[in-house]
């Protein structure tokens, strides 16, 4: 799997992708969400707020790039994405 990390454009956040896609209507179940929709999963995770899209793209509103990163691998790994 390809993980890259960037600031977003506002700043307010950090832009996680990956090559993964990802089952929204599963990630919504799993996790509780405040919003669950087949385009966009809005989330806490863990005290972070994450909005997760199905291309595997994740908008991570954590204080560091290596927060981001690990928050991205453990959410991926509760929905059984390998991660390595």
Do not use: Q, W
């Amino acid at each position: 799997m390809v993980i890259s990390v960037r600031v977003c454009s506002g700043r307010t956040a950090f832009e996680v992708s990956t090559n993964i896609r990802v089952d929204l209507i599963k990630a919504g179940s799993l996790f509780k969400s405040r919003v669950a929709t087949k385009h966009i999963v809005l989330l806490d995770y863990n005290g972070v707020e994450v909005s997760l899209y199905p291309s595997g793209r994740m908008l991570i509103k954590a204080k560091t790039k290596e927060e981001s990163i690990e928050i991205a691998k453990d959410l991926l790994g509760e929905l059984g994405i390998s991660v390595n």
